[in-house]
């Protein structure tokens, strides 16, 4: 977030000097620095959202254990910092706090950092200047730097999953710094260091996480480390920390052991895995182990009874997984993961007693019963399949295994364009008396390609299984797996006041009031507990408050929208006709296209988390056939045809769902630039987030220089891909930072050369400011579109009073640097002076050219800032050299207003990233 403005009666003579003395500080301790500039970026730009959770957590923290809270003072300066950083700052607490921090230990670096900040930031300075000395001087001491550096590695784990690798960088230099110098006979610091090991080991785990070394690894920083390497640093750890004889950290420490070792298995098969657990136990051995050694330790207690609940397959099970999670809920009512998997097991402790089909996924009793059935693939040899690009549909079989309830699908057949205002003007949607001729010329239909003539190029396809006619439209054998279905599906409760299912419910409603409301997981497993009630009105609710939410990664949102599809797609099938807006009773009721697009935003998660299900690629698939089944062979639309066939064929060549996510996403490449195409130029409202979809999963693949046909070019595809965004943000403007953010990323991959990712570099993705000073007018309203709009990292190069670049500090050398390590640089010379340019805005012209003129630096990539009231950018600045970034006049653009922020976004990126001169 931008920062706050600043004071405008501060003493400007003593604010640089100690400005001054704690930069000289920061340059021999650079880590401190860094992480309050980290604070506000990646996964806690929300600091609010931040400060809120963690400063309850911490809280009670302190009153229920305030020995561990205050071992080392990692947590104490951290809520410290929580404290005066939230809006409004809660100054007499933070200075509470920071007190308590320096009594327990006088010399601790990051308490003595922190008091000079809290004051600081009240402008009083002398408190500031009487810490500077002692601020500086315990730096010398060792065992204080490598503290301080551990501390910091601690919290860095808090800040989520882009911050892991940071955290364990730290956290291994500071115990290897720790080690190397420990006073033998100092208690503190041998306790200390079994806790900062403690810490490292679930910073471990966590990169073991699903995704976390794919998605925020920096292979810049140093190698990526394999999932042995990364359990075999675990366990030597855990063995220091049994060495410490603290039972709470002996019992965590078992604990994730065990998790590790389960995350292992699942990433390394079988016949690799060289890796195995201390004294030939068990994954169960270790958590009985850990409840064994800490049977009061709350979070021992809610590790394991999660670890029973997810192993549990009978009541007697999930009844031991709840005596477990209600003991930890007892002694700590914060806990929301406890209450969370409590629900989950009572959940699961109905399904068993109700008897319902779902219970079977506790047991796995189908696939211990028998082989599944299927058809005989004994037809592979007959001839291969072609289909019409307009797939004529011929009547379906009696003998046709697929479900024929009818979706409504008339808006599917229409194939007209929209007008919209960045359509490219090439069209390939064919009027419905254009198929129809084209039926008439082409009697043996065949399949057009991407930037091929539609009645000459075909596509074949091996059949799996016989097939009656070749107009027929493919038949689908493959099935969602068993599971799966199960897995998603919310039976109808027998008894709606079944004691278990209303625990459950009880329970996900504590653990959502914990978060405020506002955690998705919680929000779609409470919204499943009315779906089992009948209660579809208040689950909707739920999942729609969940839907607009911005607080979901990945998994959350494929688990989310698989959920809202399955819900929506039921509801749509219940009406007879497709309905706009009411419906006569107050509600918003949803049409067949919105479902597809739920179920599309389903995949485009599961893509991005790795999530394994495949329900919703089935149900988009069995949609779209029965669109094009209740279509005429001259109205079913190419964009309806060509979206089918790549869900029919994707599912037909891979079986499990991330053979699915991997074949789609690299094997059907060409089809999904199609697809992309198709859906911007056709531009319905449904079309937008279509299209967005299939980008984005081709931006996963890195696919987004490929497919060009022979008439486009990178300038070309870059003013699609804006387009695009632009279209989605106009029918999803409550996802707009999500698109912008996304749509910044994919614009740097597709116009950075391969140069820029030799060795494994990831090509930089922040912005530069360059400008005078931050009072330079415009200067507030480019940070506010970075941060709150597109939520870009960005760096604040001013000649003067930069955050980034403290005064005192700033070279030619340093701001070069940061223009160099940065994606791009918004130039600001904006002056509310005369015609004549004063000193500091003449140095940075100068600089500014000198960038423009060097071969490191690509001028497409940096824009200048004009057209501010009552400034001007001064004369003969660069004015036929860079892109011009409007902002607008102030009479004209409210800068709060959210749609004038997102044209404000959208017109910086065509000015970064389109050159006028193409």
């Not at 730096?139 to 892991?164: C, I, M, R, S, W």
């Not at 709470?248 to 060289?274: H, S």
């Not at 929000?523 to 009948?534: E, G, P, V």
């Not at 480019?782 to 760096?795: A, H, K, P, Q």
Request: with cysteine.
């Amino acid at each position: 977030m931008p920062p706050k403005k600043r004071p405008t009666n501060r003493d400007t003579t003593q604010d640089e000097f100690v400005k001054s003395e704690l930069k000289k500080i920061a340059d021999r301790f650079p880590f401190r620095d860094e992480f309050d500039r980290d604070l506000g970026n990646g996964d806690s730009r929300n600091l609010a959202a931040l400060c809120a959770r963690s400063i309850a957590y911490l809280e009670n923290y302190r009153e229920r254990d305030s020995t561990r809270f205050y071992l080392d003072l990692s947590r104490s300066n951290y809520v410290t910092v929580l404290y005066y950083t939230c809006d409004p700052p809660r100054w007499e607490e933070a200075a509470a706090q920071n007190r308590e921090s320096l009594e327990r230990d006088p010399e601790n670096f990051n308490a003595l950092w922190c008091r000079c900040q809290l004051y600081l930031r009240q402008m009083v300075y002398r408190p500031v200047r009487d810490t500077l000395p002692l601020l500086g001087s315990v730096l010398e001491d060792p065992v204080v730097a490598a503290t301080a550096k551990a501390e910091l590695g601690v919290l860095y784990a808090d800040l989520g999953p882009a911050f892991y690798q940071r955290s364990r960088l730290l956290l291994e230099e500071a115990i290897r710094e720790m080690e190397s110098v420990q006073r033998v006979d100092d208690e503190v610091v041998r306790l200390r260091l079994v806790k900062w090991k403690f810490d490292l080991v679930r910073t471990y785990n966590r990169l073991m996480n699903k995704g976390s070394i794919r998605t925020y690894w920096d292979p810049s920083l140093e190698p990526s480390p394999s999932h042995a390497d990364m359990f075999n640093r675990i366990r030597i750890l855990v063995e220091y920390i049994q060495s410490g004889g603290d039972p709470g950290f002996c019992g965590a420490g078992w604990v994730e052991l065990g998790d590790a070792y389960k995350k292992y298995e699942e990433n390394v098969p079988k016949g690799l895995r060289t890796e195995v657990l201390p004294a030939q136990r068990t994954i169960d051995d270790c958590f009985e182990t850990a409840i064994r050694i800490a049977p009061d330790d709350v979070y021992v207690l809610e590790r394991c009874g999660r670890h029973w609940r997810q192993r549990a397959s009978d009541v007697e099970g999930f009844e031991k997984a709840i005596q477990l999670l209600e003991k930890c809920v007892r002694m700590d009512d914060l806990r929301d993961v406890a209450f969370h998997h409590l629900g989950l097991a009572h959940r699961s402790v109905w399904l068993e007693k109700e008897g319902h089909a779902e219970a079977r996924l506790h047991t796995n009793a189908v696939k211990k019963g028998g082989k599944k059935k299927s058809k005989k693939k004994n037809c592979q040899n007959q001839n291969k399949i072609r289909i019409n690009s307009c797939r004529s549909v011929a009547e379906i079989p009696e003998n046709c295994p697929q479900d024929v309830s009818t979706l409504s699908s008339s808006p599917a057949c229409d194939d007209g364009p929209v007008a919209g205002p960045h359509l490219t003007g090439r069209s390939f949607c064919r009027s419905s008396s254009d198929n129809a001729s084209l039926l008439n010329a082409v009697p043996v239909p065949t399949f057009r390609k991407m930037n091929s003539s539609p009645a000459t190029i075909s596509q074949t396809l091996e059949p799996r299984y016989p097939k009656t006619t070749p107009s027929e439209v493919p038949r689908h054998y493959r099935r969602p797996d068993y599971y799966d279905n199960l897995r998603a599906g919310n039976p109808l409760a027998k008894d709606p006041k079944h004691q278990d299912l209303l625990s459950a419910r009880k329970y996900f409603q504590t653990a959502n009031a914990i978060r405020q409301g506002k955690s998705p997981r919680y929000l779609i497993d409470l919204a499943r507990t009315y779906l089992s009630t009948d209660d579809s009105g208040t689950a909707r609710e739920l999942l729609l408050r969940a839907a607009n939410s911005t607080d979901y990664n990945s998994n959350d949102g494929a688990y989310l929208f698989e959920q809202l599809g399955l819900m929506e797609e039921k509801q749509v099938e219940s009406q007879s006709t497709r309905v706009h807006g009411e419906n006569g009773d107050g509600v918003d009721h949803p049409d067949v296209e919105d479902v597809k697009n739920l179920f599309r935003r389903a995949i485009r998660y599961s893509a991005e988390g790795r999530e394994r299900s495949k329900v919703a690629f089935y149900h988009l698939r069995d949609i779209l056939y029965r669109q094009i089944r209740d279509c005429s062979p001259a109205s079913s639309s190419e964009v309806l045809q060509e979206e089918h066939l790549l869900l029919y064929t994707t599912i037909q060549d891979a079986k499990k769902a991330l053979e699915i996510l991997e074949t789609m996403k690299n094997s059907k490449t060409e089809m999904l630039w199609n697809l992309v195409r198709l859906f911007h130029e056709r531009n319905r409202r449904e079309d937008r987030e279509a299209a967005f979809t299939y980008l984005a999963l081709l931006a996963d693949a890195e696919k987004l220089k490929e497919n060009m046909a022979e008439d486009e070019s990178i300038h070309y595809r870059t003013e699609q891909v804006i387009e695009i965004g632009e279209a989605r943000t106009r029918v999803n403007p409550g996802r707009t930072k999500e698109t912008l953010s996304k749509i910044y990323a994919w614009l740097v991959a597709l116009n950075n050369d391969s140069a820029t990712e030799e060795n494994g570099k990831r090509a930089p993705r922040k912005i530069c400011i360059l400008a005078p000073s931050s009072a330079t007018p415009g200067t507030e309203t480019v940070e506010r579109v970075l941060s709150d709009v597109i939520g870009v990292e960005y760096v604040r190069a001013y000649l003067e009073d930069s955050p980034d670049i403290p005064a005192g500090t700033v070279t030619h050398e340093a701001i070069e640097e940061v223009v160099r390590e940065s994606t791009a640089a918004i130039v600001n010379l904006q002056t509310m002076g005369g015609d004549e340019a004063n000193e500091g805005e003449l140095i940075m012209q100068t600089m500014v050219r000198n960038f423009l003129n060097h071969p490191d630096y690509h001028p497409k990539r940096i824009c200048q800032v004009v057209s501010m009231r009552n400034a001007r950018v001064p004369l003969g600045c660069f004015d036929d050299t860079l892109n011009r970034w409007d902002l607008g006049d102030d009479n004209q653009t409210d800068v709060e207003d959210p749609k004038d922020q997102t044209d404000l976004a959208f017109s910086l990126l065509r000015a970064l990233f389109l050159t006028e001169s193409n």
